[in-house]
């Protein structure tokens, strides 16, 4: 907890009302509990200053605002109440003494910050960001959730432009910063893949003094990053490589069964089997990166394995299969897309010995090269076996007929959703279900039809909506009960 006057001292404000004590900051009016301090956002879209009342009626002790306003209770007045949230979050961050990993990336970065978390709770008492909460607010209010019981801290860093990294870096001070990879994403405030390898270097520029760099040996820009961190005065690198991984692995894929990866792990000689709960080479990567910035935080190899194995395990909407309509395997990569993932989901699809169906919806943030990026996804959907690629998303996207153009004749676009469902459901009412033999089954799963939906798209898509109808059907609609006559689709 924190008096507002100590608040609005760090933050150059200036206190009107009473001061009192408030236990933690909040920006949306709507989780306002008794004793948080409002935060006043004035965004895009929506500004906070218009909902002080309510966070008022909820409780609030007090509001951060950038104008005065009417007021039931005490208020803190900045210039910017954005950057007051991230001088508030650089103090608050400097009472914390444990390992604090950043990590970003193109790909991956929320796969490897739970991984991270789920390793470091077997040993202690580990903050992780809530869901991707990793731009110049949401890293601030991750730190500001730091408590005495706190052993480690995992903080996720986005960007859409240069400069939004090296903010947040600054603001945090990494003891470990780690860069997962770089691909085509948000290509809209960039030039080219150059210049988002340079943005994501910004994540070593707040590096505490004896702090680690974990590097992709994989990825294109790696010794660019090192000659970049010999500069910085940075010399404890640790890298990481998923090709041996990839090279000592198996993927249990087949018509009635998606159960994940096998590999073994190998951390400077020491070895480990690891059964990784999911499918996909680039969920190998992504456990090499975490693998690797848990060993700089001090974990032994026994830790790591059980941790990824863990953590594996609780990310709902990366590549979660289950048995839906009909019994089809089912999918759901719905948390986000961009082109190099997109092609990722499409491989462990191609994967599958049975009838492949793709429902994508549009990749965000491209830029100039939106168009053809969606015309080489479909075109890689087709070179994967997809049968079936049905788009979704408004009409008239030219995205999405990029899928079709790359995708051929076969790809079906539909602006309405409920206009998609019933497509999706005709052909997978089609494909009568079969029981599984014994000896093949994959935990209770008792039924497949040979059929394989890969649903995913770009977060502002929303895909998750079509993955709902295919986990609850209709009960006149007839079909088979996904786990032997258990809940139905």
Known sequence: MMQLSQAAALMHGQLSGADRRFKQVVIDSRRIQRGDLFV?????????HDFIAQANRNGAVGTLVSRASRRRSAQIKVADTTIA????????????????VAVTGSNGKTTVSALLAAMFNQVGNCLAPHGSFNNQWGVPLTLL????AHTHAVIEMGMNRPGEIKYLSQITRPDIALINNVGAAHLAGFADLQGIADAKAEIFSGLTADGVAVLNADDHFCAHWERGLQRLGVHNI???SAQPLLKNSSIAVGAGCFSGNHFELNIKGRREQVCLPRPGKHNMANSAAAAAAAHAAGLNIAQISNGLQKGCASLPGRLDAFRGINSTL???DTYNANPVSMQAALDVLADFDGERIAVLGGMAELGARSDDLHVQVGAHARACGVQHLLCLGAAGDSGLSGYARGFGEAAECYA???????????????RPARQIPQHQLDGDERWENGVAVLVKGS???????????????????GYLAARGGGESC
């Open 238 to 240: 640790v890298r990481f």
């Open 416 to 430: 309405d959703l409920d206009q998609l469902r019933r497509r999706l459901v005709r052909i997978l009412q089609s």
């Open 459 to 477: 977060r502002v898509a929303a895909m998750e909506r079509v993955v709902v109808g295919l986990r609850h059907c209709p009960p006149e609609s």
């Open 85 to 100: 949230i991230g001088q508030l979050a650089a103090h608050w961050r400097k009472r914390f003494h444990g390992p604090l």
């Open 330 to 332: 089912v999918l759901d």
């Open 145 to 148: 959730r730091l408590r005495k």
């Open 40 to 48: 006043a956002i004035q965004g895009a879209r929506h500004d906070g």
